[in-house]
T-cell receptor, first 113, second 115 residues
Framework: QKEVEQDPGPLSVPEGAIVSLNCTYSNSAFQYFMWYRQYSRKGPELLMY????GNKEDGRFTAQVDKSSKYISLFIRDSQPSDSATYLCAMSSMNSGYSTLTFGKGTMLLVSP | NAGVMQNPRHLVRRRGQEARLRCSPMKGHSHVYWYRQLPEEGLKFMVY????????ESGMPKERFSAEFPKEGPSILRIQQVVRGDSAAYFC?????????????FGSGTQLSVL
């Protein structure tokens, strides 16, 4: 079992749709959870960062963490064509003392006008 | 207010040659991480460095790969005698303090192609 599982997609939605992206993980030591957005041939860009179970909202984005189920989600409201990108979940533990991240493979999102 | 700078953006090498990838962290950041992204794979941690020190190289292949972050100048990821399997995107990230819950900021990467 991989440490972090993420459906690669692609996920195709019409403009204005609500998008749900998900990751599951197996390592209960993971305490910090992030979502990165990566456009083609670009580096990952940090979107959301959270360390507790529950919801965190930032504009059209909501990150949700359920540590009991080892499941995290990213919701995008009113999706736009400019949201078309690959979304990577990432997580880290407190064990190492520094921020080595374990990434999912990424979900490709396509938002059509 | 430049972000993490990586160069070159694209690097083509023939099998057996050496590849040198450079990374300049964000201003004020003294901690550098290298990640590799193989086709159809997620980003994989390779090495974590502070100025003049390798802190964690647990993700680095044991042979042909080395990294440094000198007191002056950029961090360098060096791959000797490249093989086709080294073809990938190599990303550098930096952070200011190297603590557990720190946010990492990534560069745009170097795409290495081995012919």
């Amino acid at each position: 079992q991989k440490e972090v599982e993420q459906d690669p997609g692609p996920l195709s939605v019409p403009e204005g749709a609500i998008v749900s992206l998900n990751c599951t993980y197996s390592n209960s030591a993971f305490q910090y959870f992030m979502w990165y957005r990566q456009y083609s041939r670009k580096g990952p860009e940090l979107l959301m960062y959270t360390y507790s179970s529950g919801n965190k909202e930032d504009g059209r984005f909501t990150a949700q963490v359920d540590k009991s189920s080892k499941y995290i989600s990213l919701f995008i409201r009113d999706s736009q064509p400019s949201d078309s990108a690959t979304y990577l979940c990432a997580m880290s533990s407190m064990n190492s003392g520094y921020s080595t991240l374990t990434f999912g493979k990424g979900t490709m999102l396509l938002v059509s006008p | 207010n430049a972000g993490v700078m990586q160069n070159p953006r694209h690097l083509v090498r023939r099998r057996g040659q050496e590849a040198r990838l450079r990374c300049s962290p964000m201003k004020g950041h003294s901690h550098v991480y290298w990640y590799r992204q193989l086709p159809e794979e997620g980003l994989k941690f390779m090495v974590y460095l502070q100025k003049e020190n390798i802190i964690d190289e647990s993700g680095m292949p044991k042979e042909r790969f080395s990294a440094e972050f000198p007191k002056e100048g950029p961090s360098i990821l060096r791959i000797q005698q490249v093989v086709r399997g080294d073809s990938a995107a190599y990303f550098c990230a930096s952070s200011p303090g190297g603590i557990t819950n720190e946010k990492l900021f990534f560069g745009s990467g170097t795409q290495l192609s081995v012919l």
